[in-house]
């Protein structure tokens, strides 16, 4: 059985369930070059989505990752695609405690002044996320590299988004370690107060993400990561959401193509990865496939993501 959804515009997010562009930079492309990509809904098991990738139909290409260089190869290939790409790129100070799987910091920040200057700064945006504080990683910590941070990239992007970190399900029995606790109003207050001194010394914006405080005594709004603003100001057109996809949660109307459990990053914080490592490494991957992970079934429910434009399937 298949049914349609027609969308006004676009967004495809790649991704919050996973890095692709770390990861699954290879499966990504053949998607791209044709045209298509099947996404299983992560809670109605038997939805199947066929999300059409085609350059007519996507107004933007958004890459969410903590290594961008293995997609920097495939940026001129897109672009002679005419698919419009955007990136979002976290930098964030820690070690390996705490992120096992991210690569040396350094790289990534000389990867994101370099995609900078293919794709241009308003179309690269800094993630510092999630804020995060315990003995090692304490306020004078962050204040030192943030404003470091800050100065390494303040000639190659407009903005910076922060958010602090949530407990939640699996992350509950490391806030007894010490190693992850909630933020208290006052720690953020603080933490608002050194970090907008930083960004505007930088001449960079910063915006908060989906937190319950509210730090506009120092001039940070709260926006979007995937910012109504930044759609308009780049001529990329959107959707409102039909729900939020977190509480608090300001983004416009977008697709994800990523699958949970399937990033090997191991950040201690991470949401995505909901199983043991072990069951995650008996996922089998196919960068011909059409799937990122597993295939489609017979019983399953296919329904067609595509754009108005597509005259392919207007009528139905």
């Known amino acids: 059985m298949s049914s349609y959804c ?19 930079s290879e499966w990504l492309m053949n998607r791209m070059r044709e045209g298509y990509a099947f996404v299983r809904n992560p809670v ?16 933007l290409l958004l890459l969410m990752t903590k290594d961008p260089r293995p997609m920097m190869p495939h940026i001129g290939e897109l672009k002679e695609m005419g698919i419009e790409i955007g990136f979002q790129v976290t930098i964030t ?13 350094a790289d990534i920040a000389e990867a994101f002044r370099t995609i900078s200057d293919a ?13 995060i504080l315990n003995k090692r990683y304490d306020l ?12 390494e990239l303040a000639e190659y992007t407009d903005r910076c988004v922060f958010s602090f970190v949530e407990i939640h399900g699996k992350l509950e029995g490391l806030r007894g370690d010490g190693i992850l606790r909630k933020i208290s109003e006052d720690e953020a207050k603080e933490i608002g107060r ?16 989906c937190s319950e405080y509210d730090l506009s005594e120092y001039g940070i709004r709260t926006r979007g990561c995937i910012d109504r603003e ?26 994800d193509i990523g699958e949970y459990d399937t990033c090997d990053h191991d950040c201690i914080y991470c949401y995505a990865n909901r199983s043991t490592d072990t069951m995650r490494k008996q996922r089998r991957y196919d960068p011909d496939s059409g799937m990122l992970s597993g295939s489609v079934r017979g019983s399953d429910t296919i329904v067609e993501l595509a754009s108005r434009k597509n005259s392919k399937i207007t009528d139905f």
């Open 230 to 255: 930044q759609m308009r100001s780049i001529g990329v057109p959107f959707e409102e959401p039909q729900a939020p996809v977190r509480d608090r949660c300001l983004c416009v109307r977008n697709i």
């Open 44 to 59: 109605a098991k038997n939805v199947v989505y066929r999300v059409d990738l085609s350059p007519g139909n996507v107004d």
């Open 119 to 131: 794709i241009g700064r308003d179309r690269v945006v800094w993630r510092y996320d999630p804020v």
């Open 93 to 105: 100070p820690y070690g390996r405690d705490t992120e096992p799987g991210v690569p040396d910091k």
């Open 6 to 24: 027609i969308h006004k515009a676009m967004i495809i997010c790649a991704s919050r369930r996973t890095d692709i562009p770390a990861f699954h």
């Open 194 to 209: 050194m970090f907008s001194e930083a960004a505007e010394g930088s001449g960079i914006e910063l915006n908060l993400c």
């Open 140 to 151: 004078k910590y962050h204040q030192r590299k943030f404003d470091l941070l800050c100065r």
